[in-house]
């Protein structure tokens, strides 16, 4: 069965730096776009940053553009998230996400285009 695990969450002071990864299986990754969301407390989750399969073609949320990074080894099965020059606003629970079907939209991922969540990580921000 599909199965996305997210690691690499944890606390860390506004301006710091945390990675996270999210290990997949169940499928064929390199087939698939893929996704990084958070959902902080109160509010709707919302896309942070998605890659097509060629893992050159990337999107992003105004919010996190120049600050994120995300990158995905399909040798290994695992998207990352690079997380720079963080910000108290950053914090919520990261999850990881794959598209229902193509390998890239051409646009930053939706949550109505995600066949399969992980099970998050959280990621706290202190200033």
């Known amino acids: 069965q599909v199965q996305l695990v997210e690691s690499g969450g944890g606390s860390v002071q506004a301006g710091g730096s945390l990675r996270l990864a999210c290990a997949a299986s169940g499928f064929t990754f390199r087939n698939y776009y893929m996704g990084w969301f958070r959902q902080a407390p109160g509010k709707e989750r919302e896309g942070v940053a998605s890659?097509?399969?060629?893992?050159?073609?990337?999107y992003y949320d105004d919010a996190v553009k120049g600050r994120f990074t995300i990158s995905r080894d399909n040798a290994k099965n695992t998207l990352y998230l690079q997380m720079n020059i963080t910000k108290p606003d950053d914090t919520a629970m990261y999850y990881c996400a794959r598209d229902q079907l193509y390998d890239c939209r051409w646009r930053l991922m939706r949550p109505l285009d995600v066949a399969y969540w992980g099970q998050g990580t959280q990621v706290t921000v202190s200033s």
């Open positions: 890659i097509c399969t060629d893992g050159f073609t990337t």
